[in-house]
């Protein structure tokens, strides 16, 4: 097993050089993550990424605490094992990390949804096409609306993207790859250039036997898709806790998850565990900065629900600031201010908002400000970070070297 990378050091020295142009910048904990270089001709490995098992030649979800859960139904949430094949996986983890997918060449998806920042990129607002880095000192280039939310436990989301306007992966990442001010690509420029590619030929092949023979952007997508279903997390303190570990919760932690579904905070009414999502929509009154976002709203035509958003999870939540769909707030402080003053009623939300009956005026004391927050960190669990290409199928540059991005006009 290779040595572990902790990634700070690297990046908080371009993060330190370019201090000066600055605008109010977060800069949350960086997440560990292995960086492993490819086997030769990038066969396709066979074994399951960690946090899954091999059974039957699939790789299942190795919830270790999901017979708990299926039996434990005060859980309220009862989560569908899943079956995914190793190779595929695989494929979606070399295409996720590859530029090659997007119009110039320069920007993957783990720009945006990078394994330092916990599969988020710790920027207000992600940056799409022309920029150049990635993290929270990606610059220039398009400025997107949103913050790009982590990819933790996506498998079963029921709706994506901020206002849900996707219902499973596969037409969720036509999203990002074909918008002009993300990835800007098509699928004649996808299948043109992985036909052409020898690698990419034979990686489907293996992955997809005959089907593969030929690569279409439908086979792309679905291998992202599996990928993406293999990012799981469910072995964080709180899972050993709630499965009978009466240790791996300290007395703070566990006065934090008493706050956290008591009928004052309500925070388990909208975020039940496991999922810490219920999966539906709320208006909760969070500011946008500039242009309004009117969020479920936009895809409904209700004004019932101008400015609702879907529960985001939270897991690895302390790992992914800045916070909400307009990433105003820098951390989990800030989130839970937020939420004792009222939410939007207590900091100014336009009155056209139907701000949810649950988010009211909670008169927390410091202590159960604290704890609170001690509970949310209980729920980190990186176990099935997927491993870094040091180098892709296409050659291009991955997104960990600022330096490879200097030269921009050196790539073809
Ligand atoms: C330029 C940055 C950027 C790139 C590149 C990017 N994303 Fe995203 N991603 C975002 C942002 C921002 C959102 C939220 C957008 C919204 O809600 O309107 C998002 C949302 C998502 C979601 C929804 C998650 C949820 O919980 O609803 C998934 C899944 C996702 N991206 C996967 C991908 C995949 C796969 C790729 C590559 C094909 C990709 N992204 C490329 C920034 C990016
Ligand atoms: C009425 C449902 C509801 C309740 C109650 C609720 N939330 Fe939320 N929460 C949401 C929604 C919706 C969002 C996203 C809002 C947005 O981006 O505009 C959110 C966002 C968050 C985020 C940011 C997630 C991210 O990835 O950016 C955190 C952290 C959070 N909530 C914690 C809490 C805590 C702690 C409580 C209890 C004090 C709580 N929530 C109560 C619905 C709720």
Redesign the pocket.
Known sequence: MKSWLVFGSIASLFILCDCSKAESRIIPELSKFEVVEPPLGFRLSSHCPSGLKLEKGFCLIDYRYINSLEINGGLGQTLVQVKLDPKVIDLGRYLFFDPILSGDKQLSCAHCHHPAYSL?DGRKQSIGKDGLGYGPTRKNGVLLKR?A??LWNVVYMKNLF?EGRASNLEDQAEGPLYSPDEMASSPEIIESRLNESPYYQKMFRQAYGEKGSKISAALVIDALSNFERSLVSFSSRFDKWSTGDKEALNTEELLGYN??RSFV???????PPPMF??NV??????LDTKER?F?RETITGQNLLR????????RN?VK?A??????N?DS?EE??HF??EG?GRGNGAPNDLRI????RE?G?SKKEINA?ISF?YTLTDETSMPKFPKSVPSGLPVALEYESYQNRSSIK
């Open positions: 988020s913050s939310p982590s901020w706050v956290f905070a309500r925070c388990a009414e909208c975020h999502t219920n929509f709320a208006t909760i009154g969070v976002d969020g400015g609702a958003f879907r529960v985001p999870s939270l939540i992914t800045p916070y909400m769909h307009a990433g707030l989990l989130v839970v939420y004792n939410g949810h009956w649950h988010v909670m927390l609170l949310l």
